[in-house]
C-alpha cells in the first residue's frame, strides 16, 4: 500500500492499481482508465502500440505523482502504463487516487492525466481499419 | 576538445531515420540549439520532426541554450500522446 | 452493458459496476468509490449504517444517470449503493461512467456524486469509537 | 370528505418518533405546510427536524404548496447523507 509508478508490458488489472491507494483514512478513490477505443477522429481504429523511453518515462510518471501530493498532501497515488500492441477496450492508463475527500481526489486525477500527457515521453501508434498506421499528433482536445 | 554525445530517437522519429540512434562528437560549447539544427542538416527528412520535439538529457527536459557534456546521453522527444 | 442502478445489501464490487460501462467506443473510465472511512470531523468512527427510502432512492439514481447522460449523451453510467451495516474501507457508493474523451467522463462523475449527496434519499448514521452514534447531518465541505 | 394518507419516517426521524410511520386523515385541502405543522404539534420533539425536512409524495418530492390526495404516501425526508 502507497504509492506506486508502474510502466507494464502486460495488461493491466485496475483493480490491482486501485488496491495501492486504499488505505483506513481514505473515504473516496478515484480510479481512471485510459482504454483503447475503436475510433480516432472519426476514424475506425483497429489497436494500438504504445512506445517509451522508459527510464524517463518512469522518472516522469513518479514526478507527476509527486507533484499531486505537493498540491494535494492527503492524496495516495497509483499510476499504471501500459507499453506494446493493445487491443480495443484495454487499458493503456490506469490512474488511482485516495483521499480523505471527494473533491481533491478528483481534481488530481484529473490533473494527473493532464500532466502524464504533456510530460511523459510515451508514444502511441494508431492502426486504422483502412491497413494504414499512424503516430498520433496530439491535439489538446482529442484524448481520451 | 570535443564532446561525445549519443542521441537517442523514438517512435516517428526512429521510424522517419530507420535508426534508434547516433552517436555524435561536438566542438565544446555546442548546444541543444546548435544540435537541433546539425541533426536537421543531416537527416533534411526529420527537419519537421525536430522542430517539434523536445530534448532531455539525462532523463530530464533541457532547453535550446543546455550546453552538452561529454557523456550526454540526449533523446530526441516529439509531441508525446501516451496517457 | 449499458446503463445500470442499483442499491445493494451486499458488498459493492466496483469491477462489476465499471464492467456494465465499459464498451469499444468508450475511451475514458471514470470510476468513484466513496468509502467508509475511520474518521469525520476528528472523530475515531468505527463503522456506519445506511438507511434508505428504497424505491424512491432507486428512482432517484436512475434520474441523477439520466441527467447526466442529457448533459452528456456520449456518456454511459453505472450507480451502486450500499445499505446497512458497513465496515471501514468498503465502499457505500461506487459511480462508474464511460466517455469516449476523458474530461466528459471527469465532470460527469463529479457531477453525479455532488447530486446523489442532495437527491438520494439515502441516510447515514456513524458508529463512533466511544461508543455513541449519531445520524449525519450534511455540511458541504464534509462528505468524503 | 377527509383525505388519507400514509406518512413515512426515516432515520433520526424513525429513531426519534420510535415509528416507522403513521395513518393521517386530514381534511380536504389540505397541504403539505400544513402536514408540516401538525405533525410538529402532535410530535413536539421532532419539530426541528421537520423544520429541515423535505417531503416526497408518492416518491417524488413536493413543496409546501403541494395538496394532499386521498391514498398519498408522504415520505419526510431529513437532510440525506448518502454517497
Do not use: C
Not at chain 1, 481512471?32 to 502500440?49: A, I, M, P, Q, Y
Not at chain 1, 478528483?106 to 493532464?114: L, S, W
Not at chain 1, 498506421?133 to 482529442?142: D, F, G, I, L
Request: no cysteine; charged share 25%.
Amino acid at each position: 500500500m502507497g504509492n506506486y509508478f508502474d510502466l507494464t508490458w502486460d495488461r493491466i488489472d485496475s483493480r490491482v492499481t486501485a488496491d495501492h491507494v486504499r488505505h483506513e483514512a481514505a473515504g473516496a478513490v478515484v480510479v481512471f482508465e485510459g482504454v483503447v477505443r475503436n475510433h480516432h477522429k472519426g476514424r475506425s481504429v483497429d489497436r494500438l502500440t504504445y512506445e517509451a523511453y522508459e527510464p524517463m518515462a518512469k522518472k516522469k510518471l513518479e514526478e507527476v505523482g509527486a507533484e499531486a501530493i505537493g498540491q494535494w498532501p492527503e492524496l495516495t497515488v497509483a499510476i499504471v502504463h501500459r507499453l506494446g500492441d493493445l487491443a480495443i477496450g484495454e487499458a493503456a492508463t490506469v490512474v488511482a487516487v485516495s483521499s480523505p475527500h471527494r473533491g481533491n481526489a478528483f481534481d488530481a486525477a484529473r490533473y494527473i492525466m493532464d500532466r502524464i500527457k504533456i510530460v511523459v515521453p510515451i508514444w502511441k501508434k494508431e492502426w486504422f481499419s483502412d491497413g494504414t498506421h499512424e503516430w498520433v499528433r496530439p491535439a489538446p482536445q482529442s484524448s481520451p | 576538445m570535443n564532446v561525445k554525445v549519443q542521441v537517442r530517437y523514438f517512435a516517428l522519429l526512429r521510424e522517419t531515420t530507420g535508426s534508434e540512434g547516433e552517436k555524435y562528437s561536438f566542438p565544446q560549447g555546442t548546444t541543444i540549439l546548435e544540435l537541433r539544427t546539425q541533426l536537421g542538416s543531416h537527416r533534411p527528412e526529420v527537419m519537421e520532426i525536430l522542430s517539434e520535439a523536445r530534448f532531455a538529457v539525462n532523463e530530464d527536459f533541457v532547453d535550446d541554450s543546455y550546453v552538452l557534456a561529454d557523456g550526454d546521453f540526449v533523446a530526441v522527444i516529439p509531441p508525446v500522446s501516451g496517457g
